[in-house]
């Protein structure tokens, strides 16, 4: 059965990458989450797409440039009534200790480096012990290795925004068990032939219905949407044929 990520939690109706976003997304019934993070001036690491707080809070500027106590005071949700803040990463783990959802951590380190990121990341997965639950993925290939290197235990899977040649010897290649490629990138083909190869495939962003029926009509490992609604009512439709 493809599992459901919702996309910055239940981003379609929701402020994204906000607690309301991920709580949202659990009561929605979606298998897992997936989220973004960088790191504060005094290294914290938050939840947040952009390396600018403009486009998804009431400030401006760049996330390294605030300090934690400083990006707390800013309201992720610019058009909603309620204000909420720029989750921490450890407010995120606390909660996923509640539930039983999978956490795609993407890490937001392509444009800037953010050194010691994944050292963080990892020590507040494993003093969380959440290891089991976390996927860590990224843009920056390094850093994924880097990742798995200092933390094996936990999953890694590179992304991917073209399709590259047999993605599944790539993937084995750097110890990932994943990959999370752009859903329009890749064919059937190379889906189904790199989950053959034991390598978990979760495009993203599937909003769609075409393109949900396409991937589960593969019975893909999962899905990355922002409207999980949407993803499980279609999906029911696949549920009775497996």
């Not at 709580?23 to 929605?28: L, P, R, S, V």
């Not at 973004?36 to 600018?52: A, C, N, R, S, W």
Request: charged fraction near 25%.
């Amino acid at each position: 059965m493809t599992q459901i990520f919702a996309h910055r939690g239940y981003s379609a109706s929701f402020a994204e990458n906000t607690m309301g976003a991920f709580f949202e997304a659990e009561k929605a019934g979606a298998d897992g989450l997936e989220l973004d993070v960088q790191l504060t001036k005094d290294g914290e690491v938050v939840v947040i797409h952009d390396e600018k707080v403009d486009r998804t809070t009431t400030g401006s500027g760049f996330v390294k440039d605030f300090l934690f106590k400083e990006i707390r005071k800013l309201n992720a949700n610019k058009k909603g009534l309620k204000k909420e803040q720029i989750p921490s990463l450890k407010e995120v783990l606390e909660w996923l200790q509640t539930n039983n959802l999978i956490c795609n951590i993407e890490l937001k380190n392509g444009l800037l480096p953010y050194e010691g990121m994944e050292e963080k990341v990892v020590q507040l997965v494993r003093s969380y012990g959440l290891s089991n639950r976390i996927i860590i993925s990224s843009f920056n290939h390094y850093s994924i290795v880097y990742s798995y290197r200092i933390a094996p235990e936990i999953e890694t899977a590179p992304l991917f925004i073209e399709s590259i040649y047999m993605p599944w010897v790539y993937a084995q290649s750097i110890r990932s068990k994943g990959i999370h490629p752009k859903h329009s990138a890749m064919s059937d083909n190379i889906f189904t032939n790199t989950m053959d190869n034991g390598i978990a495939v979760r495009p993203y962003t599937v909003n769609k219905e075409a393109d949900m029926h396409r991937l589960f009509n593969i019975n893909c490992t999962a899905i990355i949407t922002d409207d999980p609604v949407k993803a499980i009512r279609i999906r029911k439709q696949y549920e009775n044929r497996l």
